[in-house]
């Protein structure tokens, strides 16, 4: 008898939990809505991105096709090959990325000092590129073949430096 009265009462507290545990179900109309909203909202945010990187394609490819990318790939050029940190810092568009740190104004890209910029390996990757080949991408203009490299795009129809890696 005591077995079943144990029995009895581990069944209760078993339903009681799974009742305690039951959500109420949405309707279909509910489901619905909420998918809507999320594909818009993510649809809205993918389509701006898309169209803003569209327009700074454009705008350096339109720089390309005059001459500028590569006037400006010579002045990074130049102020990596004096190691000129105020000329670099006047050729940077902020906030940038040095090194995977966001770096948001001139001030704090000065502070970061010439030893985290002027690396032999990255001025030595960078006085290699051939400025005349550069080529426009989604990203920027990439110069460098990999890790370490400057990108630099147009921002607000102004060429800016925009990573430094």
Known sequence: MKKWKLLLAAGIMAYACAACGAQEEQTDEQQENYAAVDVQAVGEATESEAEEKNDNLEDLQEKGDSG????????IQEAMASKN???LAELCSYPLAVN?????????????GSDVIFTEERCAVIEAVDVSALEETMAGVIMG???P???FQAVDGKLGITGIN
């Open 145 to 147: 073949d990999a890790t």
């Open 100 to 112: 995977d740190e966001v770096i948001d104004s001139r001030e704090a890209f000065i502070e970061l």
């Open 85 to 87: 940190m105020e000329a």
């Open 149 to 151: 490299n400057i990108i």
């Open 68 to 75: 500028e990318t590569a006037a400006f790939a010579q002045k």
